[in-house]
């Protein structure tokens, strides 16, 4: 790596006893305590989601939020989840109040990016024109722009965007500087997609990665596995160093988020869930640094 390893806390790393399409996807954790927390333990940003983001909002005002992030030296901030915005009807709709939300809680909060997604919720059967979903990024990317951010398109195997191509071939159409490509290990390895790929990508389109880790198994459903089962860096079966040394390889030279989210780790409390966090990530990089794979 160029330089010391930044890492970012992302929100179900240390969000506590809550989980992706949960219940509630709200801390029970102080936003106070989190962000004390991950300076102390030494991420250098946090990753927030909506629910969270507007439950806290509206607790202690956007200000004093900022304030807080900035008084513990959040360099990265991330705010998530804008999924199904080239769709249509009720799905689109509901993106739109999230849309809405995040865009403005990026340009309150300073965010580094806000992560997108594609069709998520019907394990990518939904076929939509590469066309539609171009013009509506360039309409998403322009809106971020005005508000001092970008966007980072996740690639997920459950998604109707699941492939390294179809990113590349998506960004590429919009031609927007402040949109790119976000990859993170569990959703290339569960999606099969080979790690030399990120080698031939066009580096400037890497906008954030993202580790963790997964059982050699899928338990249930892919969307299921996720939200579950996920592994601290390490703990489970991925190949970490192939993985940073592709991203290594391609110029990536950014932070890197660790997203858990399981339901071993999210009961744990909140210094047990960052320190395990942090500890076992910076491993890997420690190990790709003493002649990981190539």
């Known amino acids: 790596m160029a330089g010391p390893v930044e890492l970012i806390a992302s929100y179900w790393s240390i969000s506590g006893n809550c989980y992706a399409s949960g219940p509630s996807e709200v ?18 940003g946090v990753g927030l989601v909506h629910a969270d983001i507007m439950a806290v909002a509206d607790r202690i005002g956007f200000k004093t939020m900022k304030k807080i992030l900035d008084d513990n030296d959040m360099k ?23 849309r809405k939300d995040l865009l403005n809680a990026a340009e309150q909060l300073g965010a580094w990016h806000i992560k997108i997604g594609g069709d998520i919720d019907n394990e990518g059967n939904n076929v939509w024109p590469m066309d539609k979903m171009i013009e509506d990024l360039k309409v998403l990317a322009d809106q971020a722009a005005d508000v001092g951010t970008r ?8 998604s109707n965007l699941k492939t390294i191509d179809q990113s590349v071939e998506l960004m590429r159409g919009a031609g927007r500087k402040n949109a790119g490509i976000m990859l993170d290990i569990w959703h290339l390895a569960r999606g099969n997609i080979d790690f030399e790929q990120i080698r031939a990508m066009p580096n400037e389109l890497i906008f954030w990665v993202e580790i963790d880790d997964a059982m050699p198994e899928v338990e ?8 579950h089962n996920r592994k601290l860096p390490g703990e489970g079966s991925l190949d970490i160093e ?11 030279e950014g932070p890197y988020g660790v997203e858990i989210i399981s339901r071993e780790h999210r009961v744990r409390p909140l210094a047990e869930q960052a320190e395990r966090v942090f500890t076992t990530s910076m491993k890997q990089f420690e190990k790709l640094a003493a002649g990981g794979a190539r």
């Open 151 to 158: 966007l980072a398109h996740e690639i997920m195997p459950f």
């Open 27 to 44: 801390s029970p954790f102080d936003f106070r305590d989190r962000v004390e927390m991950a300076k102390k333990t030494g991420f250098r």
């Open 242 to 252: 192939k993985f940073l040394s592709a991203v290594r390889d391609a110029g990536y």
């Open 220 to 227: 249930g459903t892919l969307y299921n596995d996720t939200v």
């Open 76 to 98: 990265y901030v991330e705010v998530e989840i804008i999924g199904d915005w080239f769709t249509n009807g009720e799905k689109r709709k509901r993106s739109d109040v999230v």
